[in-house]
């Protein structure tokens, strides 16, 4: 079993930085990509940005520029960097890893932009 765990969430003010720490345990023989989704209240689950095992990224048009994803492949980690915070950015974010065993979703921590 494949388990994420997420930190480092929290409230900040619109053009704030936070920066979102992922972390993948257990037996994993191979981790083809790892990223980050969000979902805000009555919206659906979204792509935020991904990483491939080779560091090719992916990003949503609406956080290009702004958000950086990258990965320890060594440690089975990704960090989303989060610059230029709007408030619709608010959301819970979600860690996902695509590996040997399928997929795997971390239990979500929570981004609030408000003043």
């Known amino acids: 079993q494949v388990r994420l765990v997420e930190s480092g969430g929290g409230l900040v003010q619109p053009g704030g930085s936070l920066r979102l720490s992922c972390a993948a345990s257990?037996?994993?023989?191979?981790?083809?990509?790892m990223g980050w989704f969000r979902q805000a209240p009555g919206k659906e689950r979204e792509l935020v940005a991904a990483?491939?095992?080779?560091?090719?990224?992916n990003y949503s048009d609406s956080v290009k520029g702004r958000f950086t994803i990258s990965s320890d492949n060594a440690k089975n980690t990704v960090d989303l960097q989060m610059n230029s915070l709007k408030p619709e950015d608010t959301a819970v974010y979600y860690c996902?890893?695509?590996?040997?065993?399928?997929?795997?979703w971390g239990q979500g921590t929570q981004v609030t932009v408000s003043s």
């Open positions: 257990g037996i994993i023989f191979r981790l083809n990509s």
């Open positions: 996902n890893a695509k590996h040997n065993w399928g997929i795997s």
């Open positions: 990483i491939t095992s080779g560091g090719s990224t």
